[in-house]
């Protein structure tokens, strides 16, 4: 993929096309504008045939120039970089900041093709492309455009494991603004294939990007907590960050790492906060706590029934959902 960055500061991954698939299309693009310029050499031959020697030597040289030379720069003029063997093959002319083409750059493209292309039988323009890291001719480079590839096939998308219930919504206050775009592929490709790797290579995998995201964020994990488990909270907290710029907090509210979400501390006497010490709606323990702890095995004694008065039963309703019960 290449690094194409726009005028707005955004960085485009593009997928630069390279020489075979260029040929391929500069291949049916020349079949097709031969094929027209014999027909209509041929027709112009039967229609100048009275016509002196510097006439018809004349119209002989507007035709190559107006067929092999202007109608391609006309054809990639108005498809936006798409002329019919591009489209064959899924291909199209871009500017290097990734924005469609217009007529002066279809215009140097077009008379260097007609030296690297068709005076030199395409030699110059292979050699180019070769030595180019973005498979660039000349035509290209004097042009400020990049050839890419439109149709990549999809791959298969692997959904990031969630972290532990117990670490949803730890590392809310950590500061990411200095994590970098490689790294967070780095972490997101360990742990859709965590389970593929072998554990000792995995675990310490876990560990070098653990250390890489402590010196980034400066901030290290809880202790007790393994790296990889650290690795998905930060991935989730990440997450559910992009989501509510995205969306709002209308959008995610109730989602991991949220405030006002299952087990999750939200605003103080507001909807979903947690007691310490208290459990969460969910059933795990509040953020900040180890993990659930298995329940004894041993049998708690049956107690007798109780027997709740109406005036009970609104103190107890009214203590749990303000944290105290009014006074008798």
Known sequence: MSDVVTGDAVVLGLQPARLPSRALAVLIDLV?????YLLVTLGLAVAT????????????????????????????????????????????????????????????????G???????????????????????RLGDVFAGTLVVRERIPAARALAVPPPPPWLVGRFAGLDLSAVPESLWLEIR????????????????????LADELVARTGTPPPPGVPADAYLAGVVAER?????????????????PGMPGAA???GPAGGAGAVVSGAVGTSGMPAPGFGPPVAPSPVAAPTAA??????????QETTARATGF???A
């Open 325 to 327: 019960a009014p006074p």
């Open 189 to 208: 490709q360990y742990l859709t294939r965590a389970r593929e790797l072998d554990p000792a290579v995995g675990r310490r995998l876990a560990e070098r």
């Open 239 to 255: 997450q559910t960050r992009e989501a509510r710029r995205a969306f709002g907090s209308a959008g995610v509210a109730g989602a």
């Open 49 to 112: 045939a009275s016509l002196d020697e510097a006439a018809v030597t004349a119209v002989s040289i507007a035709s190559f120039l107006l067929i092999l030379v202007g109608a391609p720069i006309a054809v990639e003029t108005l498809s936006h970089g798409r002329s019919l063997g591009k489209l064959a093959c899924g291909l199209r002319v871009v500017r290097d900041d990734g924005g469609p083409i217009r007529f002066r750059h279809a215009l140097v493209r077009g008379a260097m």
């Open 263 to 265: 087990g999750v501390p």
């Open 305 to 314: 029934p109780i027997v709740v008065s109406p005036v009970a039963d609104v």
């Open 32 to 36: 097709v504008v031969w094929a027209v």
């Open 114 to 136: 007609v030296v690297e292309i068709l005076m030199t039988f395409g030699v110059v323009a292979c050699v180019a492309s070769l030595v180019s890291e973005q498979g660039r």
